[in-house]
């Protein structure tokens, strides 16, 4: 609710003004007439009927002056308002000269005033001469056009009396609270330049002036004295006294008022414009006068609620606006749509019939007197008139300081206003007084009258026109004329001296940048200036462009841009952030291809070079060129230019082949020829894909790739190719590749009720979550998992058998090839692909997609033959879908998002208004505030609970199951939350009651399309961008992401058709248009990730040679796209000498890379790995990471440091820093251990680092995205740690190894090592409790392990034994025996080390790890470490897990002389304060008795 409070002076028709703010007349309404004045009020109005102008001036003054004089003799001060700032100064003199004549002087004198010497100081500093000399005689002058300084002097002087008497203008009476006892209007007549003449003195002004007669706390009276015309008495005794009423003046501008609830999206139609009007004044005014309205008494019999006049109303208005462009108005159904034009008008401010007359006058190619005759024409400027007494001054202006020619001269209105415009940018002086406040007044309007006429210009695609609008708004902005130097910009700080010769020396930016000062300082015949110029040089904004082209398709063309500042930024000339318009043409045909604005930061400015990719259209034939601007939004001259060529740019060929849908009848379930197999299916007949394919899938071996649009079942045609491979080969198993963990999810949820337990089969999950030993994978029959996992597995495949015991891998959504994790995916199809090839074991691919542009390289990359490709259309859906797509123009996200719920919430009216909805949003935020939105319009639709379809009895139950605030709260009105920021049970429960119809709406993030198959009657898209938090800034979602949540439109049991309704960014409609429609290729982008993988490769021993790294890449898909569309991968030459020189560059450049980090060593022709490169391969890492970790730790690095190591992994380069999240990380930073870098908080890495911290100290998170930020935070901690330990222990240092091993427990307890006491990994710990056992000298859980349980309740004393029994039962106990062994091996005598361990609380069944505050699950290893603490040295390092007991060896070093300070520890890798130091000198020694 927002609440209207009116304040206003005594109104005749307060009650309907009341009506107007909906205030309830009994409560609400206060009314108090002037007889409330808290000081009485003595009126006097005084008439002159001098018909004489000059005459009556004199009188005027006179009866002024005598009014004044009677005043100031009863010892009173007195205000005089009069109309201009001009007669305030005059009126004073003119006071002071009657006085002089008639000998009242004495009558204005300060003198007498105790604080008079002291504040004369003051006025002496004063500039305004007028000031000072008026002072002396006790008057003084106020208006707006003074300095603030001495306008805050003025009100001074007369609040404290040195001031008698007061000439001001009227804004005096509004802005400042200024009483005096007598005030006095000198006139009435006031000038308007908006309406280019003479009016009279409002009622409002009249009466908030006589308002300031009379000080309450000095006065008993005031006196208000009006003079004025004779003519004009009666008409201010009147207002005065009967009081009339107000009328509304809203039909004067409804048509701009109807235009900006259109642009805002609050009305849409004809019905909602009507009720929107009925909340107006005019509405409750036009019922009670409707004759001033123009309503005949007829029309009020007829229609007594004038609806039909309201309606009328509206309808003229929407038609005119229609006519004008600025809306579409469709008569038929009543509904308005907005048009960019109506969108421009509303946001500039700028009125219906100056939007008439630039439809008129706006032509694609304008000269500059032309530009501003048509701006000169706006409505804005209509009431400014010419006056004769102006024409001499306007004929110097033209002359001096009007550079462009003025058509119609000064003495034509337009005219004058073209000079006047003019003479605003030439920063001109006036003096006659009109012309100054009509220069004013067009000021105040111009810069926003440039701005929407360029944002009109940019919508329209005029490149040269839009380039020259701009120009002009910063000409505007600036007051610099674009022919005038650029320098200019710079004039408070560079003399004009400098710039003029400058400008007579034709020295341009690009002449300056090139010349040396000394060059400078001679040009302009002043050395010193030289240096300036340079230093002003700098701070000059400029980027440098690059680009690259990557065709997309034939028609399509993917541009990389890059942007290098290369000044020095400085604030005061930059401020936080520069904004650049980036505007891609045709050289030929000036049209805009592409434009957006692009924002660059002061950090930016600093940093590297800043990458953009954006698409834009080519058409057949082909032009030779495309030019891309950056313009800056506020600097003139600064822009940047870079040229595209298409002399030598190959396209791909266009070839995309489409697989009929035959016209066959539907295939029975009981074709399988299994009865088990047919009740697996709830259904009785296959649908028209799966019959077209089924003899392929169920009876052949051939590999097939499948591409047809989501919803089509492509997941049960995969089920098939299962049943076959169990049929034959039941011993092999099935991989199942899903690119997402939640299509993972979601395959084992379907698979383990439905196939395995009728089946009989054995299935296991591989995802970040799990990760099952080894006996479950040998096991398996099916195997589901991420690309990532399975690349990590089948890296070493000579040594797993189960990698080469696959007979079926199964791809789902292989179109994801080209996405961010597409290299992975290809990786591993080569690879088994390649396994298949030297096992001579035949596996079976089957790729399942979308519909495909390039179905056939995909194809033959998978050895899919041309029986086993099947590529359907995107029409070819079980349930057809209907898509409507429309644009939203606003620059900025978050209002632009705003403006599209509306939109939202009459599709899911027009389109499904019972059947279910999806949205889709980009984020957790975006789905709690759309849902709120829509909560909103269904309550004003007096429906607020239309999407619920429970019983408010089972809501409640619901309700209370609900965790997460935001979803109790949209819950009771039928709409769901579902995205990552919920718990497991939350996101299940909003799903089943979306399913079951419980609720009608589901707002969820686009995690949901893959994961969820939650099918919907109509799906909206919200916008196709995302936050970026890597690159900070909006991206859009892939063609892909797209599609699949497309493709959950239309429910294949209950829905003839499906509707999907796409709302974008306007300039991306045209885009998307094309794209969903037809197909997308897929291009491989394995290119720039390939060092991980050949690292993998050589420490799996695949690649030997630079020979093997090419024949390895010629399994990839990369290679086949090499070939088709070469210029998309920079391949110039698509000759076979040519792709081969290729090949051997990039592998050569990928071998440099990984030797440079320490990954890899090469010989003249071989590759061999090395420890670090070992290392990345078996903890799945990028090489930047361990090479990052090579140079980073040392022999005694401390915990500090290997946190700032840990939180620098390139493997949290992609953890999202949202908006406004630098704050949280400042708030964070205050309350952590360790210091943080706090010039990069937005910086993923120092998240991570705060995120590490904060866990350690089990502060409360910020918001709930920080919770899951740090589960995934440590969920990639483990490894990295452990390949930390690795490096450590390879290098042979000990107590760096050991500290690390600190950091993964710390992670794992969230903990502090050492700075926490280790006893609070018990739950029931708390502060009572630790105090007790410390006094006992208890600080480890292992010494309370080992107090018997019945002596433990005398050492804690009153706590509960039984609770700290419970939890000391959850960690483990281990006992260690150590024998030592002499070893005769090949003639040499070497120790070997045999150890026993036992858990000796063998009721701990498990060894699950007891980690409350780690989000995985994880098992219980432990770490032997042999080495020597006194020198610090590490000799072996062993790492193992068992449930109750094992036996291990390990070899101690032979060549060892001493066995001084040498000891095995034994540390725990998630338990703080479990670590066993045993001696070995004291074995040695037993062994030597």
């Given at each position: 609710m927002i609440r209207i409070v009116g304040l206003s002076a005594t109104l005749p028709n307060y009650l309907e003004v009341a009506q107007f703010l909906r205030v309830n007349p009994e409560m609400g309404l206060f009314f108090f007439d002037s007889s409330y004045r808290p000081i009485p009020l003595a009126q006097q109005y005084i008439g002159i009927s001098e018909p004489n102008f000059a005459a009556r001036n004199e009188l005027l003054s006179e009866i002024c002056y005598k009014k004044v004089v009677d005043s100031l003799r009863q010892g009173h001060q007195a205000m005089v308002f009069v109309h201009a700032r001009k007669d305030t100064v005059k009126t004073a003199q003119k006071l002071v000269d009657l006085a002089r004549r008639y000998e009242d002087l004495e009558v204005f004198n300060n003198d007498t005033h105790p604080q008079l010497s002291l504040i004369k100081k003051d006025v002496m500093k004063s500039r305004n001469k007028?000031?000072?000399?008026?002072?002396?005689?006790?008057?003084?002058?106020?208006?707006?056009?003074?300095?603030?300084?001495?306008?805050?002097?003025?009100?001074?002087?007369?609040?404290?009396?040195?001031?008698?008497?007061?000439?001001?203008?009227?804004?005096?009476?509004?802005?400042?609270?200024?009483?005096?006892?007598?005030?006095?209007?000198?006139?009435?007549?006031?000038?308007?330049?908006?309406?280019?003449?003479?009016?009279?003195?409002?009622?409002?002004?009249?009466?908030?002036?006589?308002?300031?007669?009379?000080?309450?706390?000095?006065?008993?009276?005031?006196?208000?004295?009006?003079?004025?015309?004779?003519?004009?008495?009666?008409?201010?005794?009147?207002?005065?006294?009967?009081?009339?009423?107000?009328?509304?003046?809203?039909?004067?501008?409804?048509?701009?008022?109807?235009?900006?609830?259109?642009?805002?999206?609050?009305?849409?139609?004809?019905?909602?414009?009507?009720?929107?009007?009925?909340?107006?004044?005019?509405?409750?005014?036009?019922?009670?006068?409707?004759?001033?309205?123009?309503?005949?008494?007829?029309?009020?019999?007829?229609?007594?609620?004038?609806?039909?006049?309201?309606?009328?109303?509206?309808?003229?208005?929407?038609?005119?606006?229609?006519?004008?462009?600025?809306?579409?108005?469709?008569?038929?159904?009543?509904?308005?749509?907005?048009?960019?034009?109506?969108?421009?008008?509303?946001?500039?401010?700028?009125?219906?019939?100056?939007?008439?007359?630039?439809?008129?006058?706006?032509?694609?190619?304008?000269?500059?007197?032309?530009?501003?005759?048509?701006?000169?024409?706006?409505?804005?400027?209509?009431?400014?008139?010419?006056?004769?007494?102006?024409?001499?001054?306007?004929?110097?202006?033209?002359?001096?300081?009007?550079?462009?020619?003025?058509?119609?001269?000064?003495?034509?209105?337009?005219?004058?206003?073209?000079?006047?415009?003019?003479?605003?940018?030439?920063?001109?002086?006036?003096?006659?007084?009109?012309?100054?406040?009509?220069?004013?007044?067009?000021?105040?309007?111009?810069?926003?009258?440039?701005?929407?006429?360029?944002?009109?210009?940019?919508?329209?695609?005029?490149?040269?026109?839009?380039?020259?609008?701009?120009?002009?708004?910063?000409?505007?902005?600036?007051?610099?004329?674009?022919?005038?130097?650029?320098?200019?910009?710079?004039?408070?700080?560079?003399?004009?001296?400098?710039?003029?010769?400058?400008?007579?020396?034709?020295?341009?930016?690009?002449?300056?940048?090139?010349?040396?000062?000394?060059?400078?300082?001679?040009?302009?015949?002043?050395?010193?200036?030289?240096?300036?110029?340079?230093?002003?040089?700098?701070?000059?904004?400029?980027?440098?462009?690059?680009?690259?082209?990557?065709?997309?398709?034939?028609?399509?063309?993917?541009?990389?841009?890059?942007?290098?500042?290369?000044?020095?930024?400085?604030?005061?000339?930059?401020?936080?952030?520069?904004?650049?318009?980036?505007?891609?043409?045709?050289?030929?045909?000036?049209?805009?291809?592409?434009?957006?604005?692009?924002?660059?930061?002061?950090?930016?400015?600093?940093?590297?070079?800043?990458?953009?990719?954006?698409?834009?259209?080519?058409?057949?034939?082909?032009?030779?060129?495309?030019?891309?601007?950056?313009?800056?939004?506020?600097?003139?001259?600064?822009?940047?230019?870079?040229?595209?060529?298409?002399?030598?740019?190959?396209?791909?060929?266009?070839?995309?082949?489409?697989?009929?849908?035959?016209?066959?009848?539907?295939?029975?379930?009981?074709?399988?020829?299994?009865?088990?197999?047919?009740?697996?299916?709830?259904?009785?007949?296959?649908?028209?894909?799966?019959?077209?394919?089924?003899?392929?899938?169920?009876?052949?071996?051939?590999?097939?790739?499948?591409?047809?649009?989501?919803?089509?079942?492509?997941?049960?045609?995969?089920?098939?190719?299962?049943?076959?491979?169990?049929?034959?080969?039941?011993?092999?198993?099935?991989?199942?590749?899903?690119?997402?963990?939640?299509?993972?999810?979601?395959?084992?949820?379907?698979?383990?009720?439905?196939?395995?337990?009728?089946?009989?089969?054995?299935?296991?999950?591989?995802?970040?979550?799990?990760?099952?030993?080894?006996?479950?994978?040998?096991?398996?029959?099916?195997?589901?998992?991420?690309?990532?996992?399975?690349?990590?597995?089948?890296?070493?495949?000579?040594?797993?058998?189960?990698?080469?015991?696959?007979?079926?891998?199964?791809?789902?959504?292989?179109?994801?090839?080209?996405?961010?994790?597409?290299?992975?995916?290809?990786?591993?199809?080569?690879?088994?692909?390649?396994?298949?090839?030297?096992?001579?074991?035949?596996?079976?691919?089957?790729?399942?997609?979308?519909?495909?542009?390039?179905?056939?390289?995909?194809?033959?990359?998978?050895?899919?033959?041309?029986?086993?490709?099947?590529?359907?259309?995107?029409?070819?859906?079980p349930v057809p879908l209907e898509v409507h797509i429309q644009g939203y123009p606003g620059k900025f996200y978050c209002p632009r998002m705003n403006s599209m719920n509306k939109p939202a919430y009459a599709a899911i009216c027009t389109h499904s208004p019972t059947k279910p909805v999806l949205i889709f949003v980009s984020s957790r935020r975006q789905t709690r505030l759309t849902a709120l939105d829509l909560i909103q319009f269904a309550a004003s639709d007096e429906t607020p609970r239309q999407f619920l379809g429970m019983p408010e009895e089972d809501l409640q139950m619901v309700l209370s199951q609900v965790t997460d605030q935001n979803l109790r709260q949209t819950l009771q009105f039928g709409i769901g939350l579902h995205h990552a920021g919920l718990n497991d049970k939350d996101r299940s429960l909003v799903e089943e009651l979306f399913a079951n119809n419980k609720i009608q709406v589901l707002v969820c993030t686009s995690t949901l399309a893959w994961g969820v198959n939650l099918p919907a009657h109509l799906v909206i898209i919200k916008g196709t961008e995302y936050y970026d938090g890597k690159t900070k800034r909006y991206a859009d979602f892939p063609i892909t992401d797209i599609l699949q949540m497309m493709g959950r439109a239309g429910r294949p049991q209950y829905d003839q058709h499906g509707k999907a309704v796409i709302l974008v960014h306007e300039p991306k409609k045209s885009f998307y248009k094309k794209f969903l429609y037809e197909p997308f290729p897929v291009e491989s982008s394995l290119r720039d990730q390939l060092h991980d993988h050949f690292n993998a490769e050589i420490v799996s021993g695949t690649i030997f040679h630079k020979e093997d790294a090419v024949h390895y890449l010629s399994w990839t898909y990369l290679f086949r796209r090499l070939a088709i569309n070469p210029a998309y991968y920079g391949l110039e030459d698509t000759e076979a000498e040519g792709l081969s020189s290729y090949l051997s560059r990039l592998v050569q450049n990928t071998f440099e890379d990984l030797e440079d980090s320490g990954c890899v060593k090469m010989t003249e022709d071989s590759v061999e790995p090395t420890m670090l490169g070992t290392i990345a391969s078996q903890y799945y890492l990028s090489y930047v990471t361990v090479s990052m970790f090579g140079s980073n730790i040392g022999p005694d690095t401390s915990l500090e440091v290997f946190l700032h190591i840990l939180s620098g992994a390139s493997e949290y380069d992609e953890l999202p820093v949202r908006h406004n999240e630098d704050n949280h990380n400042e708030a964070l930073s205050q309350r952590v251990r360790f210091a943080v870098d706090n010039n990069r908080l937005d910086d993923p890495h120092v998240k991570a680092n705060l995120l590490f911290q904060a866990h350690f100290s089990r502060l409360d998170l910020p918001i709930s995205d920080y919770v899951t930020d740090l589960k995934s935070v440590l969920d990639q901690s483990i490894r990295i740690i452990q390949a930390m330990i690795d490096i450590c222990a390879n290098s042979g240092w000990l107590s760096s190894s050991i500290t690390c091993m600190h950091l993964l427990q710390m992670v794992m307890q969230g903990l502090w090592f050492e700075q926490d006491s280790a006893l609070w990994m018990l739950p029931c710990m708390n502060n009572d409790l630790l105090g007790t056992l410390r006094a006992r000298g208890i600080s480890t859980v292992q010494q309370l392990l080992d107090i018997p349980k019945e002596n433990l309740q005398t050492v804690i004393g009153n706590f509960p034994v039984s609770r700290l029994h419970q939890d000391l039962q959850r960690f483990p106990r281990i006992q260690v025996k150590l024998r030592l062994q002499r070893r005769d091996i090949d003639g040499e005598n070497s120790l070997t080390l045999n150890i026993r361990m036992d858990k000796m609380n063998s009721w701990k069944n498990t060894s699950r790890a007891f980690a409350l505050r780690f989000p995985k699950i994880k098992d219980e290893a432990w770490w032997l470490v042999l080495g020597n603490t006194n020198t610090s040295e590490l000799y072996a390092l062993k790492r193992i897990s068992f449930s109750d007991r094992l036996n291990t060896h390990m070899e101690l070093p032979s060549g060892i002389t001493t066995f001084q300070g040498m000891k095995l520890v034994v540390v725990s890798d998630c338990y703080l304060g479990f670590e066993q130091e045993h001696s070995i000198e004291a074995l040695v020694e037993q062994l030597v008795l």
């Open positions: 007028d000031l000072i000399e008026l002072f002396g005689l006790a008057v003084g002058v106020h208006h707006a056009g003074m300095l603030r300084s001495d306008r805050g002097l003025t009100e001074r002087l007369f609040s404290e009396g040195l001031l008698k008497v007061l000439v001001c203008t009227a804004t005096l009476a509004w802005g400042v609270n200024l009483p005096a006892h007598t005030v006095v209007i000198k006139g009435t007549q006031l000038y308007d330049p908006k309406a280019g003449g003479w009016r009279d003195l409002g009622m409002l002004d009249v009466m908030q002036i006589f308002g300031r007669a009379g000080r309450p706390q000095f006065d008993r009276s005031g006196e208000g004295i009006i003079i004025t015309s004779h003519d004009k008495l009666a008409y201010y005794l009147r207002l005065l006294t009967s009081q009339l009423p107000i009328e509304s003046q809203f039909i004067s501008s409804l048509k701009d008022n109807l235009n900006a609830e259109v642009a805002l999206g609050t009305v849409t139609n004809v019905k909602e414009a009507c009720a929107w009007l009925g909340y107006t004044y005019l509405s409750i005014r036009m019922k009670l006068n409707p004759l001033a309205y123009g309503i005949g008494w007829d029309e009020v019999i007829a229609d007594p609620s004038l609806s039909l006049k309201q309606r009328a109303l509206v309808t003229d208005a929407a038609r005119a606006l229609d006519k004008a462009k600025m809306m579409r108005f469709d008569e038929k159904s009543g509904n308005f749509y907005c048009t960019e034009l109506g969108r421009i008008a509303s946001h500039f401010y700028i009125q219906y019939s100056s939007v008439e007359t630039y439809n008129e006058m706006l032509r694609r190619h304008m000269n500059d007197s032309e530009v501003i005759e048509m701006v000169s024409h706006s409505s804005e400027f209509e009431n400014i008139v010419v006056r004769d007494e102006e024409q001499n001054e306007l004929e110097t202006l033209v002359q001096t300081l009007c550079p462009v020619e003025v058509k119609g001269g000064p003495s034509n209105k337009h005219g004058k206003i073209s000079i006047l415009i003019q003479l605003y940018i030439s920063r001109g002086w006036i003096d006659t007084f009109s012309l100054v406040s009509d220069a004013a007044y067009i000021s105040a309007s111009l810069a926003r009258i440039m701005r929407a006429l360029f944002e009109t210009c940019l919508r329209r695609g005029w490149c040269e026109m839009s380039l020259f609008m701009l120009e002009y708004c910063k000409a505007v902005d600036r007051q610099i004329w674009p022919h005038q130097h650029p320098l200019r910009q710079f004039d408070k700080e560079l003399p004009a001296e400098i710039l003029r010769k400058l400008e007579e020396r034709g020295a341009d930016l690009d002449r300056l940048q090139e010349m040396e000062e000394k060059d400078i300082g001679a040009l302009i015949r002043y050395t010193p200036g030289g240096r300036l110029v340079k230093q002003y040089l700098g701070y000059f904004p400029s980027i440098q462009l690059s680009a690259t082209v990557s065709p997309i398709t034939r028609t399509v063309l993917k541009i990389g841009l890059a942007i290098t500042p290369e000044f020095t930024w400085k604030d005061r000339f930059h401020g936080a952030a520069q904004r650049w318009w980036i505007i891609v043409q045709d050289s030929e045909s000036d049209h805009i291809y592409h434009s957006e604005l692009f924002t660059l930061t002061k950090r930016m400015a600093r940093g590297e070079t800043q990458k953009l990719s954006f698409t834009v259209p080519i058409f057949e034939p082909h032009p030779p060129q495309y030019y891309i601007r950056a313009v800056s939004d506020s600097w003139l001259h600064a822009e940047a230019f870079y040229c595209i060529s298409f002399h030598n740019l190959a396209l791909p060929q266009a070839r995309t082949s489409h697989t009929e849908l035959l016209d066959l009848k539907p295939l029975p379930v009981t074709a399988l020829g299994n009865n088990i197999y047919e009740a697996l299916y709830n259904f009785s007949h296959f649908n028209p894909i799966q019959t077209q394919i089924f003899h392929i899938l169920y009876h052949t071996e051939n590999n097939v790739l499948l591409g047809a649009p989501t919803g089509s079942g492509k997941t049960i045609s995969a089920e098939l190719a299962m049943l076959h491979l169990f049929n034959t080969q039941s011993d092999m198993k099935v991989v199942y590749i899903a690119p997402l963990k939640a299509i993972v999810r979601e395959r084992m949820n379907d698979w383990k009720d439905r196939l395995v337990s009728q089946l009989g089969k054995e299935m296991v999950e591989m995802t970040g979550d799990y990760t099952p030993d080894l006996m479950a994978l040998l096991s398996a029959d099916i195997i589901i998992s991420t690309p990532e996992k399975w690349d990590g597995i089948s890296r070493n495949w000579q040594s797993r058998n189960y990698v080469k015991k696959v007979g079926l891998m199964i791809l789902d959504e292989i179109h994801l090839l080209g996405a961010e994790r597409g290299p992975i995916l290809e990786v591993i199809v080569s690879r088994m692909r390649y396994i298949s090839s030297q096992t001579e074991r035949a596996v079976r691919f089957i790729g399942l997609s979308t519909a495909l542009a390039n179905a056939g390289d995909l194809a033959d990359w998978l050895g899919v033959g041309e029986i086993g490709l099947f590529n359907f259309k995107p029409s070819v859906r």
